[in-house]
């Protein structure tokens, strides 16, 4: 696949992605004006859609320039490859928690208002969101990022030139000067940004500056498919279908215990539910599962021949699953809700129609005596 038409497919899903979201995020806001928005559900739904905004947007940039493999500083190539994975993965957890949330609602019952609050739900999104940071960042928080990158390299052939019909130019090392304080020399995570602080700027270029850590900014460089099968995997795909597994086996348990009991009035609801939790997986499988296979086949079969085009086709696949989530929570506007929200605003309030009784009884009066010979007034 050329690498023009595979980076216009991934802008025109980024671009769907922000549409999809805007549109949620609309949705969410229309419940809010009602009242029915401020709910635990609401607030997921919020979330979501404002990472998949914010993800659909930065995603743009970010393909174009990791399509083009040109060499870059290693650290702002780490940024550059884990943010994509950060905001992917918080995405599939807030689609889990909004399942579970669903499910919840008809499991608890009337013990689900005193259970689950949205400050509970909150902390639970935090969460999510530091064990995100960590799973996208956690090869290199575990090794030193300049080894695997030499790994990798050495794994694929990449010694050489940087790609293919692609000339290698390697940066000159930095002599030795008086100009120059390394910052965190000896330590393994000094200096995220750069290893070394120049003071006079006007002496080396940017590649001089960076060239003990210059690489080639693609994720097949930098990765490690160790890392892709062994953690991200686990945490974007065997968790996730495990979960959604779990949640579906336990809503049919429901289901058939409320077919026992003779309550029918929740049957189509939970029919509903079951469908959507139906397609999550079958998705979540169909558009995820190819990619994690030819990491798999990049791990236990570094030396097969595989055409470049699979794995394109392939990450076109994984990047359209972010669509998935905000469509699943997406739906039609309900009717009864619009008629309520308009006939409170039409109908004037209460106090405007009615006049309320006082709270303090009023005093009786007996009635006056009139003398003899006179009539009473309106008789």
């Known amino acids: 696949m050329p690498v023009w038409l595979f980076s216009m497919i991934q802008c025109v899903l980024s671009v769907c992605v922000i549409g999809v979201s805007v549109r949620l995020c609309m949705g969410n806001s229309g419940l809010e004006t009602s009242g029915l928005g401020k709910t635990v559900s609401g607030c997921l739904k919020l979330c979501l859609a404002w990472v998949g905004a914010v993800g659909g947007a930065v995603g743009v940039p970010i393909n174009m320039l990791l399509n083009l493999r040109s060499p870059q500083c290693l650290y702002t190539c780490i940024t550059l490859i884990c943010c994509p994975m950060l905001i992917r993965q918080f995405t599939i957890w807030l689609l889990l928690l909004l399942t579970i949330n669903a499910h919840l609602q008809g499991r608890l019952g009337h013990r689900y208002t005193s259970l689950v609050t949205r400050q509970r739900m909150l902390y ?37 030139p940087l790609r293919p019909n692609h000339t290698s130019h390697k940066p000159p090392k930095l002599p030795p000067s008086q100009d120059r304080s390394v910052i965190g020399k000896h330590l393994p995570y000094g200096g995220f940004l750069s290893k070394f602080l120049v003071e006079d ?177 309106g008789m």
């Open 124 to 160: 639970l999104v935090l969460l999510t969101w530091v064990c995100s940071v960590v799973t996208a960042f956690a090869q290199f928080i575990v090794c030193s990022s300049l080894d695997t990158w030499q790994e990798v390299t050495s794994e694929l052939g990449l010694d050489g």
């Open 201 to 377: 700027l006007h002496n080396f270029t940017y590649e001089e500056i960076h060239s003990s850590h210059w690489a080639v900014c693609a994720p097949d460089t930098v990765l490690s498919p160790v890392f892709l099968v062994y953690v991200y995997a686990v945490a974007v795909f065997l968790v996730p279908v495990f979960v959604l597994m779990a949640v579906y086996i336990d809503l049919m348990c429901l289901m058939s215990q409320k077919v026992a009991a003779g309550s029918t009035g929740v049957q189509k609801k939970n029919r509903v539910q079951s469908r959507s939790l139906v397609l999550s997986m079958c998705l979540l499988v169909l558009l995820c599962l190819p990619l994690h296979v030819i990491h798999a086949l990049r791990l236990f079969s570094p030396q097969g021949l595989r055409p470049i085009w699979i794995k394109s086709v392939a990450s076109v696949l994984f990047q359209a699953y972010s669509l998935v989530p905000p469509l699943l929570f997406t739906g039609p506007p309900d009717p009864v809700a619009g008629v309520v929200s308009s006939l409170e605003s039409t109908v004037p309030p209460t106090s405007s129609r009615v006049k309320p009784l006082s709270p303090v009884p009023l005093e009786f009066c007996p009635p006056e005596t009139t003398p003899k010979g006179t009539v009473p007034v």
